[in-house]
């Protein structure tokens, strides 16, 4: 009887890899952020500023992390550079973080934002059922908790994605690439319709309003911030890289190109809205997109668009909930987690159990928060762990010299530290603005080095 332990099986290629990258990254943001830009920046400019400067980020970021991945085709992607570059307990932190919040809260803000798409279509979802006044320390005013239909359906969405994605990779990974394409082909058919069809609104470039320079880039850093939200999502396939074929050239391949694709597609996306609406009317739009189809093809054409978006959240949710299953696969692999986590389901190849704890935090966060909420707890860590693992780019090559390389980060290194200054700019500013939630995502990260004293001390063999 053969008792070896089965492993995962390399069954994403070019395309689903691609897929993960461009499908991760095009999700809610594009059809909501560009109304909370243009009210920050009041200029088209600023706005479009905004998207080429998230953009460039994302990419220098993209160059680093292609480097670690073809260098490092391991799952768990980030875990697995910083355990290599700073220790153990560096990439213990990571894949705590992620696994008990960034993943599960995410799939479950996700799941809150496509809920939000339909209830453009079915407004009874979002009727609060019930609400409960919570007091706060510290606070004058008590929190209010909203229980509506939405979010026990959100966990249902969680539910579902989840079980498509335990009957293998390669079942995930076709779904996804049918996903993203569905959801490309949705943008692009506005691009294209809105280009030809829309009439131009009063979308000429508009001066900022307010203060003079001060006041224009505090809107532009504000702007900033909710471009690289629309463009989060672009590390996902390195969570994944013991199941990418030939690792060494697809991983680089789908961080760049899905990259660079996703920002064209999102920079035609805006040209769109601002040369239909006015920067006044993308500025009071809740949904831009739709608006913008509404206004040029009618009621129904913008509840077809407003399918679409639904379509692409699910998207976002399925390769959301496909690499961050990996996580605690990696960890408990290397007995840093739970021991069930390393589990592989002898049929289907993929690690089920861990597929399945992700889903029970994600249900929970789905009936206990809000979209902005559960957005907002994550956001501040996952930055942080961004920076350290560009960072972990230029430890390793200073103490690995000889490692192989089949791709070197474009421009090392002042793309590099572009990303690292960008990245200390972005959790500096949204500690300034969200302390409490910032603290809090801290504080969970934190709690993690008492499980890891705990399971280190319990290793045999630990590295």
Not at 67 to 78: N, R, S, W
Not at 112 to 137: D, E, H, K, N, Y
Not at 304 to 330: D, E, F, K, Q
Not at 351 to 369: K, V
Request: hydrophobic share 55%; glycine share 10%; charged share 10%.
């Amino acid at each position: 009887m053969n008792s070896k332990q089965p492993e995962l099986v390399r069954g994403l290629g070019p395309w689903s890899a691609t897929a993960i990258v461009a499908g991760t990254m095009i999700g809610t943001g594009i059809f909501l952020v560009p109304s909370e830009m243009a009210q920050a920046t009041g200029s088209v400019w600023l706005v479009f500023g905004a998207w080429i400067a998230g953009g460039a980020l994302t990419l220098f970021g993209a160059f680093a992390y292609a480097e670690l991945g073809a260098a490092l085709p391991e799952t768990g992607g980030p875990y697995a550079y910083l355990r290599r570059a700073f220790g153990p307990a560096w990439g213990f932190l990571f894949g705590w973080m992620m696994t008990v919040v960034e993943r599960p809260a995410s799939a479950a803000a996700v799941a809150a934002g496509l809920l939000l798409f339909w209830s453009f279509l079915m407004p009874a979802v979002a009727t609060p059922l019930f609400a409960w006044q919570i007091p706060l320390p510290f606070q004058a005013e008590p929190y209010v908790f909203q229980f509506t239909l939405a979010q026990p359906l959100a966990a249902l969405v969680i539910l579902l994605v989840t079980g498509v994605n335990s009957f293998g990779v390669r079942v995930g990974g076709r779904f996804q690439v049918v996903l993203t394409v569905i959801k490309t082909l949705a943008i692009l058919a506005l691009v294209v319709l809105g280009l030809t069809l829309g009439r131009a609104g009063n979308g000429a470039v508009e001066s900022p309003v307010g203060g003079g320079q001060t006041a224009a880039l505090g809107g532009f850093l504000t702007a900033l911030v909710a471009a690289l939200w629309a463009y989060d999502g672009w590390t996902g396939v390195t969570f994944v890289g013991s199941e990418v074929a030939d690792p060494k050239r697809n991983i680089s391949r789908a961080l760049v190109w899905g990259v660079l694709f996703v920002g064209c597609v999102y920079v035609l996306a805006n040209i769109v809205y601002f040369s239909v609406l006015s920067l006044a009317g993308v500025a009071q739009s809740e949904h831009v997109a739709s608006d913008v189809v509404e206004r040029f093809a009618g009621r129904e054409a913008a509840q077809w668009i407003t399918l679409a978006m639904v379509v692409s959240a699910l998207g976002t949710l399925n390769s959301t909930i496909l690499s961050g299953a990996r996580i605690p696969y990696a960890m408990a692999r290397h007995g840093l987690f739970f021991g069930f986590a390393a589990r592989i389901h002898p049929t289907f190849r993929v690690p089920g159990r861990s597929l399945w704890f992700q889903a029970s935090l994600g249900c929970l966060f789905a009936l206990t928060g809000t979209f902005e909420e559960l957005f907002s707890l994550v956001i501040f860590a996952a930055w942080i762990f961004y920076g350290l693992t560009v960072a972990a780019m230029f430890r390793l090559r200073r103490s690995e010299p000889s490692l192989e390389r089949p791709y070197r980060a474009w421009g090392y290194p002042w793309p590099q530290i572009l990303f690292l200054i960008g990245a200390l700019a972005l959790t500096v500013n949204l500690w300034l603005e969200l302390p409490v939630r910032s603290t809090v995502g801290l504080l969970l990260i934190l709690s993690g080095l008492v499980f890891y004293r705990r399971w280190r001390k319990t290793q045999t063999g630990a590295p």
